[in-house]
């Protein structure tokens, strides 16, 4: 009983690193303006198991700017990791120490992200041209991280880099600094001449060279990242890889992606919700943030693809997007438009 406290503790971390691991077999990938705690509690009403992500926080913002409020959450998002980004590993190592703090499950550490901003900050994607510096990066982060897990999310590459060429040795260079877990998305990025958006489109996926990486690397545990839309291509990926990361189409479609998940991915008993009932189940929590300050719209916004695909999701869409912004808009408007929407998941028509 003499190291109850310290322990306990440690063996706290350890549920904590081995939900983490379980819940990595799907993940919904962290997105700027968009994965903000409102999504998070959205798309864990949908989903138990599914590991959620923070936006990216920037190191400088946390420790130089005291921006903890960026870490705001909810209990009830868990099993959460959130994203930083940065370069300098002492900055990076306090901004971990504040994450703990703060109960996360998971730190990661933005490796991809090809903005403009971020380039000139020296960190994200064009960090994929010094993998020592990303594995001092991660050393410091796992000594600040009290047992708490530390990731990577990367690219294959940049620019003129060889893919098949720089990915193994990135990973080989990080992972000997201890990390054991990375996100890989599937595409380079192309740092001149291609916008944020492009790159999330425009270079070509090279799924079957992530799929070599963790055949070169089984004791890692890789994600795959990239171009995947539907939990059919999940099951397939998962097949050769440990977990996938799904951005893009869990957030305008996160009914195809989530409300299943559970059942087909992690193969949970306990039947799925429909989106109407994630809907009612929101009621509570848009009440108390409305209460607190909040904006309906700054809800609603990442409720807007709930129904695609459905009659009455286009008048579900208009309705909230023409009266969230209203002052006194809340509950009841998203009840008036829920009530236009059919309960039959039926392909819309024109």
């Known amino acids: 009983m003499e190291n109850f406290a310290g322990g306990q503790e440690q063996v706290t971390n350890t549920c904590k690193q081995t939900g983490v691991v379980y819940a990595a077999r799907l993940s919904v990938a962290p997105m700027m303006d968009w994965t903000d705690r409102h999504c998070r509690y959205f798309h864990r009403l949908m989903s138990r198991h599914a590991l959620l992500y923070?936006?990216?926080?920037?190191?400088?913002?946390?420790v130089r700017g005291g921006a903890v409020h960026l870490l705001d959450y909810n209990i009830e998002e868990q099993p959460v990791a959130v994203q930083l980004g940065g370069s300098d590993p002492k900055e990076l190592a306090a901004a971990t120490r504040v994450c703990v703090d703060r109960g996360y499950d998971e730190v990661n550490l933005n490796i991809g992200c090809p903005s403009d901003r971020v380039q000139s900050g020296t960190f994200g994607a064009v960090l994929m041209r010094d993998a020592a510096l990303v594995a001092d990066c991660a050393a410091a982060m796992k000594d600040a991280s009290q047992?708490?897990?530390?990731?990577?999310?990367?690219?294959?590459?940049?620019?003129?880099?060889?893919?098949?060429d720089v990915l193994p040795n990135f990973l080989e260079t990080v992972a000997d600094a201890g990390v054991s877990r990375f996100?890989?998305?599937?595409?380079?990025?192309?740092?001149?001449?291609?916008?944020?958006?492009e790159n999330r489109d425009i270079p070509p996926l090279d799924y079957p060279l992530v799929h070599q990486m963790k055949a070169a690397f089984p004791d890692l545990h890789l994600s795959i990242n990239g171009g995947i839309t539907s939990l059919e291509e999940v099951q397939a990926h998962l097949q050769i890889m440990d977990g996938v990361m799904i951005g893009r189409a869990a957030y305008h479609d996160p009914a195809s992606v989530l409300l299943t998940a559970d059942q087909q991915i992690?193969?949970?008993?306990?039947?799925?919700?429909?989106?109407?009932?994630?809907?009612?189940?929101?009621?509570?929590?848009?009440?108390?943030?409305?209460?607190?300050?909040?904006?309906?719209?700054?809800?609603?916004?990442?409720?807007?693809?709930?129904?695609?695909g459905r009659p009455g999701a286009r008048k579900w869409r208009r309705v909230l997007s023409e009266g969230a912004t209203r002052d006194g808009a809340g509950g009841a408007l998203v009840a008036e438009a829920l009530?236009?929407?059919?309960?039959?998941?039926t392909t819309e028509t024109v």
């Open 54 to 62: 923070t936006e990216m926080v920037t190191a400088p913002a946390l």
């Open 183 to 197: 996100a890989v998305h599937a595409r380079k990025a192309w740092l001149q001449g291609l916008s944020p958006k």
């Open 266 to 308: 992690f193969g949970d008993r306990a039947p799925a919700k429909t989106a109407h009932d994630v809907v009612e189940a929101m009621y509570p929590y848009i009440d108390a943030q409305i209460a607190s300050g909040a904006r309906l719209h700054s809800i609603t916004r990442h409720m807007l693809g709930l129904f695609n």
């Open 147 to 164: 047992g708490i897990e530390v990731t990577v999310k990367c690219r294959i590459g940049v620019d003129d880099q060889h893919p098949e």
């Open 339 to 345: 009530s236009h929407v059919s309960q039959q998941p």
